[in-house]
């Protein structure tokens, strides 16, 4: 899988039938290793690794409705009382993070959640977005990914 821009992990990695799997230890299952899945496992050990994110805070490929079709959020970090407070998108290295329908596509996942963070990765740009005012649509681009201990204090 391609390098990226995020401290190096390792991983339980199997191959079955010519294909491979890696082991996602929050969903306690293997799960078939794509572009975006490397992106996600890696980022989701940058989060509870570096940023102090509590694993059980975090939920994988969240299902929900909007517009009356099925989605699934890549990422959902909860605050202790259980509220979401922050959605990563995460794309295949290979993708321009630079493209309108890849922003309106978290954009869109906000209007169901509501939470004050918005990230979204290809491994290698890492993009981090505090929403300072929903009504008006205000927001700011924020320099780093937060800590968990900062995101639940700043929210």
């Not at 329908?101 to 978290?106: E, G, L, P």
């Not at 963070?117 to 005012?133: M, S």
């Amino acid at each position: 899988m391609k390098e990226l821009n995020l401290p190096e992990y390792s991983f339980t990695i199997v191959e079955r039938e010519s294909k491979k799997y890696i082991l996602d230890t929050l969903r306690k299952k293997f799960v078939r290793l794509t572009p975006e899945e490397w992106v996600r496992q890696n980022f989701i050990r940058y989060l509870v690794s570096e940023g102090h994110y509590p694993a059980g805070l975090i939920a994988v490929e969240v299902s929900f409705t909007f517009n009356r079709m099925r989605r699934k959020a890549d990422i959902l970090i909860y605050n202790r009382s259980g509220e979401p407070v922050m959605i990563v998108e995460c794309k295949s290295p290979e993708t321009d993070l630079s493209e309108d329908r890849i922003s309106d596509q978290v954009v869109d996942y906000n209007r169901v959640f509501r939470v004050p963070y918005l990230v979204i990765t290809n491994g290698l740009t890492h993009y981090a977005v505090k929403i300072t005012d929903f009504e008006k649509n205000e927001f700011e681009f924020l320099m780093y990914i937060p800590l968990y201990q900062d995101l639940i204090e700043n929210k």
